[in-house]
Nanobody
Framework: QGQVVESGGGLVQPGGSLRLSCRGP???????????MSWYRQAPGNQRELVAT???????NYADSVKGRFTISKDGAKKMLYLQMNNLKPEDTAVYYC??????????WGQGTQVTVSS
């Protein structure tokens, strides 16, 4: 805990956009790029689900429910992981978590950021 920190959640209307950010302030460059980093989300009453992944070999994967709407990316200069979310739907409402599996195999979770899609 505490190795990655999310920001950028909030309230948005259906069809709107948000960008989530996740930083690893203690990560050095090799750790940042060598980590497989993902976004998960958990809605009330539901299990935590995988939304998108940026692998250590720079491939991206998405849940079917967000394909074509969400984009995961990394900025090495800022050591930031992003999740650009477009055309948001009420069913995207959840707490979004940043997850990082470091090259050592250790795992970091962020504290979560709330995204609410509602008119």
């Amino acid at each position: 805990q505490g190795q990655v920190v999310e920001s950028g959640g909030g309230l948005v209307q259906p069809g709107g956009s948000l960008r989530l950010s996740c930083r690893g302030p203690r990560y050095i460059s090799s750790t940042f790029w060598g980590s497989t980093m993902s976004w998960y989300r958990q809605a009330p009453g539901n299990q935590r689900e995988l939304v998108a992944t940026f692998t250590s070999d720079r491939r991206t994967n998405y849940a079917d429910s967000v394909k074509g709407r969400f984009t995961i990316s990394k900025d090495g200069a800022k050591k930031m992981l992003y999740l650009q979310m477009n055309n948001l739907k009420p069913e995207d409402t959840a707490v979004y978590y940043c997850h990082s599996q470091r090259p050592s195999g250790d795992v970091d979770w962020g504290q979560g950021t709330q995204v609410t899609v509602s008119s």
